[in-house]
């Protein structure tokens, strides 16, 4: 879509406001919105100014103009605003060089796809996410000096089979791990979830399935169509967007924090994999799983350097509370056909053009753009220098024997063992200037004031444990 596209499409939707979206380091979408009279020929060329001391980790107050540049073919109508709304995602650019800003994630991905067409081993990367979320009913948590405590409510939860409601207590609901997946009434959010992928269509995406996941009290997972790189980093931040605006319009919450429920599964984000030469898929051969070299190479990457990835892809504190044992989140660096305890698995295709890899450790707390990003750079980084990915393990991981499990390497299990990871395995990123050291260093920043405040946290599990010592 033009600029004279865009403006065609204000007139004839009659739109008030123009939304401009960018993303922080963190991956949380940020906007401002200008009257649609504002918007010209000359606002494509010039952007939109803003105040980037505003967004952490960004620039100093000293040195803070920045532009909004809208990416165009972006522009979609918002399914959610009163007044007619068109959204468009920006990259944002520094206003002395009008180049993009080394420090924007969105900049970022979008340097990365340049650089991948610049090796000449692909033409594009694919992406296809699986973000997992909770709606829930209620959600309480405070943090004070003195208490600390948080709550949430689900009437589909199982923890509620005994409570007494004054409408009476539906009784059907999912049991702990029983989620995956009987029909309504014990999937109580069958219509919230196709209310969900009707207003994503609006939004431009194609959906491809909706249901409920393993956990009990609301756990469920939208498909979306794969797409390239910077595609899918945007239509992750739409979801995202359309996900909680229809739970709220419910009168519900949503999330898609890592583990917000004790002793039940998480929400993860298996990100699928691909990359494509002249409108074919190279990751299509007659090695292991139906794989090519590359795709085999591809893989090597991503293992040798996943330690370093899971500062990226479990970018949360609360990541690492997914991260364990006998909850479907891999743990284990390994790859495999078919194989859900493998942290990369190759899924099962009827048709040889969709072959792809399916990265599984990784969740919604990382900034897409980032993610995929550190993620396609660690698979080419893997190709250029043919990483072999070794013997795959075709066998349940999570039941493994301690003589064999000591023989393959784990995932990290804390964000600072990840950030260590992440410092001293940083050159892969830097290939083509794709990452700089300065936006390593700016994240690791941001990411150590997260670790602090935890850290400094007193726990109440740590009253039950040590109170009466």
């Keep these: 879509m033009s600029p004279a596209d865009v403006l065609k499409m204000i007139e004839e939707k009659g739109v008030k406001f123009v939304d401009l979206r960018l993303t922080d380091t963190r991956g949380k979408e940020q906007h401002v919105s200008v009257p649609s009279h504002v918007v010209d020929d000359t606002f494509f060329e010039d952007g939109k100014m803003f105040d980037g001391s505003s967004i952490a980790g960004w620039r100093g107050i000293h040195d803070s103009d920045m532009i909004l540049m809208p990416d165009t073919s972006t522009a979609v109508m918002d ?10 995602f920006c990259n944002v650019v520094e206003p002395m060089t009008m180049q993009g800003y080394n420090r924007d994630p969105r900049s970022t991905a979008v340097n990365a796809e340049a650089y ?34 948080y ?99 419910y009168g519900k919450t949503a999330t898609f924090m890592p583990k917000p429920l004790v002793d039940d599964n998480g929400n993860g984000m298996h990100v699928h994999q691909s990359l494509s030469k002249g409108g074919q898929n190279i990751f299509t051969g007659d090695g292991y799983a139906g794989l090519s070299d590359v795709a085999l190479y591809y893989i090597g990457g991503v293992k040798k350097h996943a330690r ?5 892809t479990n970018a949360s504190t609360n990541s690492y509370k997914r991260l364990v044992k006998g909850f479907e989140a891999p743990t284990l660096i390994a790859h495999s056909a078919r194989n859900r305890s493998a942290a990369i698995r190759v899924p099962y295709v009827a048709n040889p053009q969709g072959c792809r ?29 043919e990483i072999d990915p070794g013997a795959p393990v075709d066998k349940d991981l999570y039941d493994l024997a301690p003589e064999e499990e000591k023989n393959i390497r784990t995932v990290c299990f804390s964000l600072q063992e990840a950030l260590e990871e992440l410092d001293k395995d940083r050159d892969f990123l830097k290939a083509g200037d794709v990452f700089s050291d300065d936006l390593i260093d700016a994240y690791m920043e941001l990411k150590e004031d997260e670790i602090t405040l935890l850290q400094k946290s007193t726990h109440p599990v740590e009253f039950e444990m040590y109170y009466s010592l």
């Design 116 to 149: 991948l067409k610049s090796t000449g081993i692909a033409d594009a990367a694919y992406f296809g996410p699986e973000n997992e979320f909770f709606v829930f009913d209620d959600v309480r948590w405070q943090t004070e000096m003195h208490r600390t405590s």
């Design 151 to 249: 709550v949430i409510q689900s009437a589909e939860a199982a923890w509620q089979s005994g409570d007494k409601f004054d409408e009476g207590n539906i009784g059907h609901r999912p049991r702990i791990k029983g989620g995956y997946f009987p029909v309504p009434p014990v999937d109580s959010l069958h219509d919230i979830r196709s209310a969900m992928c009707l207003a994503l269509e609006e939004m431009g995406l194609t959906t491809e399935v909706h249901h409920h996941e393993v956990a009990t009290a609301g756990q469920g997972e939208i498909g979306v169509k794969f797409d390239t790189l910077v595609k899918k980093a945007d239509a992750v931040q739409i979801l995202k967007y359309v996900v909680m605006n229809v739970a709220h319009s």
């Design 308 to 312: 370093a990835l899971n500062a990226f």
């Design 357 to 385: 890899v399916e990265v599984r450790f990784p969740d919604s707390t990382g900034n897409p753009y980032l993610s995929f990003t550190a993620m396609m750079m660690a698979g080419l980084d893997g190709i250029m220098n």
């Design 79 to 88: 399914v959610f605003s009163e007044e007619p709304t068109l959204n468009m």
